[in-house]
């Protein structure tokens, strides 16, 4: 009993979720980039008969609609979940800032963007005990962390770009 307490234990505390936070890395400036925009299906997915996937669409010059969908197979229909980005450049990398529709937190993302082809999502560890009140010292935060392997979640995400 003990082992399978300890399974379930170490399960919780690896499972990955992205960083919460209260600002974004900074104020939605960066044009849409339509690299971007799209319809995205995890690598692990592209051959299933109801992929996960996400679209990601142009709200207004410098935010994007992103909705992700998961099928769920007892209800054989897709859930959906829907928020509104906008990307902030940090040096060279770039990432997502993400409020679920009906929330005030951001979820921050890295992407790595291959142009037409695909997109490696990282999610920023939930493991930063720093809370920000402003974008300044979270952007200094993060550009002083952001190239370390351990700022980011294990679990990278390949997305493959498909027609809509």
Not at 109 to 134: A, C, H, K, S, W
């Amino acid at each position: 009993m003990l082992r399978y307490t300890s399974i379930a234990l170490m399960a919780i505390v690896l499972w990955g979720c992205p960083y919460k936070s209260q600002v974004a890395l900074d104020d939605a400036k960066e044009k849409v980039d339509k690299e971007l925009i799209g319809k995205w299906i995890p690598d692990s997915q592209v051959d299933k008969e109801n992929p996960e996937y996400y679209t990601i669409a142009m709200r207004d010059s410098v935010h994007y609609d992103v909705d992700h969908y998961q099928y769920n197979e007892d209800e054989k229909d897709y859930a959906l979940k829907q928020y509104v980005g906008h990307t902030t450049r940090l040096e060279s990398i770039l990432f997502m800032n993400l409020q679920e529709s009906g929330t005030r937190e951001f979820l921050i993302y890295r992407l790595d963007v291959f142009p037409g082809v695909q997109m490696n999502m990282y999610e920023v560890t939930n493991n930063i005990d720093e809370q920000f009140d402003n974008s300044k010292s979270m952007r200094e935060f993060f550009q002083k962390y952001m190239k370390l392997s351990f700022f980011y979640n294990t679990d990278e995400a390949k997305l493959i770009k498909k027609d809509l």
